[in-house]
């Protein structure tokens, strides 16, 4: 893995400050990014796979891009993560670490460092999968954990991205909760229909930059 050495601890502004530099900063990366990433989004479903990859060749023949599980909610990088990440690129497979952060560890900056630093290469793109039940129950103190996962990120040049539902970002975040809109969002919805058509919006989002349709699917040996 790569070696990162952490800046010093720094003060940050609220996560209702329109004018943070760090949010202008992600929304022009996350239009570069767009623009890098559209063409490939489209012609291809997306994999969110979690469990060892033994065979890559076999999801480079499904899809063009996998989202490995990097980080755990018990709070440590999942162990098969470097692997898993270093066989995707092996077959030139667009990947993009998720996590699931551990609230009650606290250090949110820390969490997404570790993830970063465990990634095979430097990447562009990490997403942070909101889930009920893994969060506090204060919905402004949640806001500033991801508000301060994602300042991370973009500090070290990367761009924090969303996988969720209307109805566990409600349940986490609130549904007054717009300040993270100009994220990417994975919008979760096993339908088993690749349009965005049905999307109803939340979180300020009027429309996912993808839909992912289907879920806990085996796909060449890992669930997806």
């Known amino acids: 893995f790569f070696l990162m050495i952490r800046r010093p601890p720094r003060s940050t502004q609220g996560v ?11 929304i022009i990366m996350n239009w570069i990014l767009l ?3 559209a063409t490939v989004l489209v012609k291809s479903h997306i ?4 469990g060892k990859i033994n065979d890559a060749y076999c999801l480079k ?9 990097g980080y755990l909610g018990i709070g440590k990088v999942d162990p098969d993560y470097p692997s898993n990440f270093q066989k995707l690129l092996s077959y030139g497979i667009e ?4 996590m699931i952060p551990c ?3 606290g250090d949110p900056r820390s969490q997404a460092f570790e993830l970063m630093r465990y990634t095979p290469e430097k990447q562009l ?3 942070v999968h909101i889930i009920a039940g893994s969060w506090g129950s204060d919905k ?9 996962l994602c300042s991370e990120f973009d500090y070290h040049g990367n761009v924090c991205g969303i996988v969720t539902n209307a109805f566990n970002w409600n349940f986490v975040m609130g549904e007054d909760s717009n300040e993270f809109s100009h994220l990417m969002l994975f919008n979760i919805d096993p339908d088993n229909e690749p349009s965005c058509e049905d999307f109803i919006p939340f979180g300020g989002w009027k429309i996912p930059k993808r839909k992912l349709f289907k879920e806990n699917e085996l796909k060449c040996g890992v669930y997806t």
Do not use: M, W
Request: charge should be positive; proline fraction near 2%; include cysteine.
């Open 61 to 69: 023949q499904e899809t063009h891009i996998v989202f490995p599980r």
């Open 140 to 148: 402004t103190a949640n806001r500033k954990f991801l508000y301060e």
């Open 47 to 50: 994999y969110e796979s979690h």
């Open 95 to 98: 990947g993009a670490g998720y």
């Open 103 to 105: 609230f009650s560890c």
């Open 16 to 26: 209702s400050s329109a004018a943070s530099d760090v949010y202008k900063r992600q």
């Open 125 to 127: 793109r990490y997403f």
């Open 35 to 37: 623009l890098v990433f």
